[in-house]
């Protein structure tokens, strides 16, 4: 039985854990605590309980382990490229990751590549607010409030995840006083896209070099969270082409093996920007698992282990995905709204089995799918009909609670 160590043990190697069992792939996972989700679905023995950028613990996964493979990026490479000289087999491999994990250096990367994305610069530690906007060039940044160049978006350049990091400015004292209040922070400065939709991809590439792409689909984010993710009827083939095409050049350029999950801004002329990539399974993906041939987690687990890789069409006409958010502080399993949700046609509940609920985190998700003579082609109409799924799955999830303060 091969045996795969998964560094990290959130939500994502917890929905790893079902594919690895029909592969017959043993799962070995490193993480901080036997509460984490994967804590739930992989054998107390197989866990290595160690904080993620724990290098000895990495270690000692590797002793146990044929191949490691990674749950998210909050890791230490140049410590792991000490285990990689004695002949660890990392996937993603570690030169694939070094570029990807730094925000202003994914950013760098495109640019060497030619792959459209937002006009960017490194803040350095000190740098005024008005030298911060000079670093994007003025014809390419918007107008507001009568401040040149503004907004902008400022990102953490490294460990940034579901809106923490990120901040849409609007004025220059905001800038200032995010740039005073966090001088310790690494920052990325971007102009803001005026984008008519945000979209995202799964790709994943073997070690032989196969690739495969599956269907783009459309996101929605609140506050730099996801809310939900739709798989439309018809999607528009001229993206679509675009959108494999940066897949191909980035997969193929970094000699990547696993799958990455790339984010992308649609503007009104139909330009396609690369927002973000992250080098794993990731929440634009969830539908895969209801909705798709092969699901992401299958698939990571595929391209790590050398097996042919999985075919990626869509098995229904269209799906929706939504996060269920946490809106409060509690420790309750919160049941009854689960229970509520199961009962929606086509529809399937994850829940994480998170111990504490706190606003905005991520405690589940909700997948329905649409059979294929359930929707119309027309892809407005069928965004319209997800539109309204989405909805009911919130009234259920929220109740009375404000949407807004997620």
């Known amino acids: 039985m091969v045996r795969v160590g998964v560094i990290g043990g959130g939500q994502l190697a917890w929905m790893m854990a079902p594919a690895a069992h029909t592969l017959g792939i043993e799962l070995w996972v490193q993480t901080p605590a036997l509460t984490d989700p994967v804590g739930s679905v992989v054998a107390a023995q197989s866990l290595v309980l160690a904080p993620i950028a724990n290098a000895d613990a990495t270690a000692t996964l590797a002793q146990r382990c044929d191949v490691i493979t990674f749950e998210n ?33 994914q950013r760098q990367c495109f640019q060497r590549l030619g792959i459209p994305t937002p006009v960017f610069g490194a803040v350095e530690t000190g740098m005024p607010a008005a030298e911060v906007l000079a670093l994007l060039d003025a014809d390419q940044t918007t107008e507001m409030a009568g401040e040149r160049g503004l907004p902008v978006v400022l990102k953490a350049r490294r460990h940034g995840y579901d809106g923490k990091g990120t901040h849409v400015v609007t004025t220059m004292s905001e800038l200032a006083a995010i740039l005073a209040g966090q001088p310790d922070i690494a920052w990325l400065v971007e102009e803001f896209v005026p984008f008519d939709r945000e979209l995202a991809v799964m790709a994943a590439r073997s070690p032989q070099g196969e690739i495969v792409v599956y ?19 018809q999607g528009n083939q001229a993206v679509q082409q675009q959108v494999e095409a940066i897949a191909h050049t980035l997969l193929t350029h970094l000699d990547f093996v696993g799958i990455l999950g790339i984010e992308f801004f649609l503007t009104e002329d139909g330009q396609v920007l690369v927002n973000e990539v992250a080098p794993r399974t990731h929440n634009s993906g969830h539908y895969t698992i209801d909705a798709c041939e092969t ?19 869509p098995t229904c006409a269209a799906a929706v995905m939504v996060n269920l958010l946490g809106y409060e502080e509690s420790e309750q399993d919160y049941q009854f709204q689960r229970n509520q949700l199961s009962k929606l046609p086509n529809t399937q509940v994850y829940w994480y089995g998170k111990a504490v609920c706190r606003p905005g985190r991520k405690m589940g998700h909700v997948t329905t799918i649409i059979p294929r003579d359930g929707v119309t082609e027309n892809p407005e109409t069928g965004r319209q009909q997800l539109e309204a799924i989405a909805t009911t799955i919130e009234q259920l999830w929220y109740g009375s609670n404000s949407l807004s303060a997620q």
Request: glycine fraction near 4%; hydrophobic fraction near 40%; include cysteine.
């Open 73 to 105: 990026e909050f890791v230490d490479l140049p410590q792991l490229a000490t285990i990689a000289q004695k002949g660890v087999q990392f996937y993603p491999p570690l030169q694939s990751l070094q570029p990807l994990l730094d925000k202003y250096h």
């Open 295 to 313: 699901s992401q987690f299958e698939q990571q687990l595929r391209a790590v282990t050398g097996l042919p890789l999985g075919p990626v069409a």
């Open 215 to 233: 269907p783009v689909v459309e996101t929605q984010q609140e506050q730099q969270v996801c809310r939900r993710v739709f798989l439309l009827p």
